[in-house]
């Protein structure tokens, strides 16, 4: 089945990574550890702590007691500061169906498309990543039967 809000694999891992350096925070987070919880691709996650870090959104220590570390505080990272990172910059104004040019002169669908992007920009332009975080809810080892 297919999603009405599509996100890429490599913004996914990358909300998801920041997720687990603020959860982790101070201590660092290794590619190895990443990829086992998020189950993906070391390779494939190296690449994107890799963009986050040339984006300055994360910090790295190499060596055996190296890893990432946020370079900001989760609060001052936004959900869209990564989606633009990872997807392409945005443009709510543009038409939301990717036409250049509108045959009808005015949005045929009468701007409906317009409001939610604009509602989905809101949310994701206030939302941060210590804002994801406070979100879940980790089941507790030490609870299992």
């Not at 490599?10 to 290794?30: C, D, F, Q, V």
């Not at 702590?49 to 994360?58: A, D, E, I, R, T």
């Not at 910090?59 to 989760?74: D, I, N, Q, Y």
Request: proline content about 6%.
């Amino acid at each position: 089945m297919h999603s009405l809000v599509n996100i890429s694999e490599g913004t996914s891992l990358a909300i998801h990574g920041l997720g687990l350096m603020a959860e982790r925070a101070p201590e660092r987070l290794n590619v190895r550890q990443a990829a086992a919880e998020l189950e993906a691709s070391e390779a494939h996650l190296a690449k994107v702590f890799g963009k986050l870090q040339k984006s300055g959104l994360v910090e790295s220590v190499r060596g055996p007691a190296g890893g990432f570390t946020l370079a900001r505080k989760a609060e001052d990272i936004s959900f869209f500061e990564v989606y633009e990172i990872f997807e392409a910059p945005t443009n709510p104004e543009e038409c939301p169906m990717g036409r250049r040019h509108c045959p009808f002169g005015s949005c045929f669908l009468g701007g409906r498309l317009h409001k939610v992007v604009r509602g989905l920009l809101d949310v994701m332009t206030s939302t941060s990543i210590a804002d994801l975080g406070n979100s879940i809810t980790r089941p507790n080892p030490s609870h299992s039967q």
